[in-house]
């Protein structure tokens, strides 16, 4: 069984920083692509990075140059360092599995919430 559980989220200052963590069980780590989505209420669920199983990363413009994803094998979790935090950044966080691309998982977490004070 796919298990993906998210951890790190909380509450920081505008400027601040985070690292969320993505811990996967039940399947080859290294088969899948781990992306990054982040929803508000209201909105859609919206896929912002990913890293490939090789490790290949992809960034939204949004978080590019302020946010870093990072895998390790070893430990079978993904990474996502999180600075320079800003009000808009305040959703829940998810980590999703893909096989076959980033964009259309079909394993998820449930999720943690990151909230960015101003």
């Known amino acids: 069984e796919v298990q993906l559980v998210e951890s790190g989220g909380g509450l920081v200052q505008t400027g601040g920083s985070l690292r969320l963590s993505c811990a996967a069980s039940?399947?080859?780590?290294?088969?899948?692509?781990i992306a990054w989505f982040r929803q508000v209420p209201g909105a859609l669920r919206e896929g912002f990075s990913c890293?490939?199983?090789?490790?290949?990363?992809y960034y939204a413009d949004a978080v590019k140059g302020r946010f870093t994803i990072s895998k390790d094998n070893a430990k079978n979790t993904v990474y996502l360092q999180m600075n320079n935090l800003k009000t808009e950044d305040t959703a829940v966080y998810y980590c999703?599995?893909?096989?076959?691309?980033?964009?259309?998982?079909?394993?998820w977490g449930q999720g943690t919430q990151v909230t960015v004070s101003s």
């Open positions: 890293i490939t199983g090789t490790g290949t990363t």
């Open positions: 039940g399947f080859t780590f290294d088969d899948y692509n």
């Open positions: 999703a599995a893909d096989r076959d691309g980033c964009w259309s998982p079909g394993s």
